[in-house]
């Protein structure tokens, strides 16, 4: 077990490769062209139905086997797959792991087309992997469709939030912790290799028109209200509208003069004036029953902004308590903040992240206990025990935050986690804050480390585009808190806390 000390610069070496989204080969580990995104959703009340289609492109000579990463949210709910290729159209069917696997191998070993799919594995819940075997040389088009449903989110009380990921942070392998397997393992473990092309390392977690693999995309949301739609807002891409319906019915549309790549979540915010009144909606169940499924459902608005308010938040990108409730700190207690100094958080998230701490500092009551955790390949605290927010301790630490940099290495976040949870307590409770990309592989055993802890809350605030919503949600459900999200050049003010 690592213990808390001076960082090693060696340490850095540990860091895994990238995760690589999209497909690429198997055997080569060359990448398959990905030539376009196109996203079609719609939307009714807190339902969306969204279909996502790539289009990718097999250049060489010879027959490839690939294997397919895309991220997805939590609340996904995945309904369909369809690979179309050429005049073959493969629809998938749910089977159990192993039968599935055992199938697949005997296809591709036999020359067919054959395609399986692990949409929810324990290691990796934020990743749909999708692996094809046999796709034939010089294919001009393969279609890769995933088809999912998911409860949209409320937000600030006020609106229903569309998220559509685009990234996610690359993980980190402890290479104490190795994650052993193959593409080919029946337990459904991930492989993650290097994939390199002429100019190093590839990752599609930052896609630019700079980059020669760069693809564009395309989204096309519909949603339909059962009440004039009163407010609709994208703070992450230009969008355009077409209203019909008397306002009850949108077309959203990416502005069709820019060229779009996905290297950032998108965002949509809506809202009618009925939003906090109980909706319901029905639809058929059964094509061929007479059966029907029904749902309600209703935004409770408990925070003290007013709509004018929360759309003034929502438009000038600020982030502002959008799990519907705010930290308050306003009892004296033992607060600790874990900021996580891995490479993963260079450049703005870590600006973020010490704005972030510097906030909190400022409002914490009088005669309260602190610490701060830094954390990447080990973890250092700043002080051996927390120490009460005195002046002079406050102005130390004030001085101390901007020094602050994503120097040290990997993401390791159990063993501060640990250390944090066995200290001896201040007070009577403890609110642990955790800040971060999210970038872990261990995430079952820190939920179980938080969830085992009687005496203290964890907070989360997930920072960047394609921050990991499996563990920023986690921490704070496990660890009976709350979780925030701030995407990448994002401001944050004092509302968050």
């Not at 749910?94 to 036999?110: I, N, W």
């Not at 169940?285 to 459902?297: E, F, G, T, V, W």
């Amino acid at each position: 077990r690592r213990v808390h000390g001076e960082y090693n610069k060696m340490e850095a070496l540990e860091e895994q490769p990238p995760l690589l989204f999209g497909l690429y080969n198997v055997h080569t580990k060359d990448i398959v062209p990905l030539k376009h995104v196109q996203i079609d959703g719609h939307v009714q009340g807190n339902l969306a139905v969204v279909k996502q289609t790539q289009h990718y492109h097999n250049p060489t000579d010879n027959f490839i086997e690939t294997v397919y990463y895309f991220p997805k949210t939590l609340a996904a709910c995945f309904h369909g797959l369809e690979v179309r290729i050429n005049d073959i159209v493969i629809a998938a069917e749910v089977k159990e792991r192993a039968t599935a696997q055992a199938e697949y191998s005997e296809a591709v070993l036999g020359g067919q087309f054959a395609v399986i799919s692990d949409i929810k594995s324990p290691e990796t819940p934020s990743v749909v992997r999708l692996q094809i075997g046999n796709i034939p040389p010089k294919t001009e088009d393969l279609q890769v469709t995933f088809s999912y449903s998911q409860d949209l989110e409320s937000s600030h009380g006020k609106f229903w939030k569309v998220h559509i990921p685009s990234t996610l942070t690359p993980l980190y392998y402890s290479p104490f912790n190795q994650l052993v397997g193959s593409l080919t393992n029946p337990a459904g473990k991930m492989e993650i290799e290097e994939v390199k092309d002429g100019e190093g390392t590839v990752s599609v977690t930052g896609i630019s028109t700079g980059n020669k693999r760069a693809y564009t995309w395309d989204i096309s949301i519909q949603i339909e209200s059962n009440h004039p739609i009163s407010f609709l807002h994208s703070g992450s891409h230009k969008i355009v509208t077409a209203y019909e319906v008397g306002n009850k019915k949108v077309m959203i549309t990416l502005d069709k003069d820019t060229k779009h790549f996905p290297n950032k979540d998108f965002t949509l915010y809506y809202r009618n004036e009925e939003l906090n009144k109980p909706q319901a909606f029905v639809t058929r169940y059964s094509q061929n029953l007479n059966q029907y499924a029904a749902s309600i459902s209703m935004v409770t608005d408990l925070g003290a902004q007013s709509v004018d308010q929360a759309i003034e938040a929502v438009v000038s990108d600020t982030a502002v308590a959008e799990s519907g409730g705010e930290v308050n700190l306003s009892a004296k207690g033992e607060y600790i903040f874990v900021i996580d100094r891995s490479g993963s958080m260079s450049g703005t998230r870590i600006e973020t992240a010490k704005e972030s701490l510097i906030y909190f500092i400022k409002s914490l009551p009088p005669n309260s206990y602190f610490n701060i955790v830094n954390f990447g390949s080990n973890f250092k605290p700043l002080f051996d025990e927390s120490r009460l927010n005195t002046d002079e301790v406050v102005e130390h630490v004030l001085g101390y935050i901007p020094t602050v940099e994503a120097d040290m290495g990997g993401t390791e976040l159990l063993e501060p986690l640990i250390w944090i949870l066995t200290q001896q307590l201040k007070y009577s409770n403890r609110t642990v804050f955790v800040l971060s990309d999210g970038a872990v592989y261990n995430t079952q055993e820190i939920f179980q480390i938080v969830s085992s802890s009687k005496t203290s809350r964890v907070f989360s605030l997930g920072i960047g585009n394609g921050c990991s919503e499996t563990l920023i949600r986690g921490l704070a459900s496990y660890g009976r808190g709350k979780c925030e999200f701030v995407q990448d050049n994002v401001s944050v003010v004092e509302k968050v806390i």
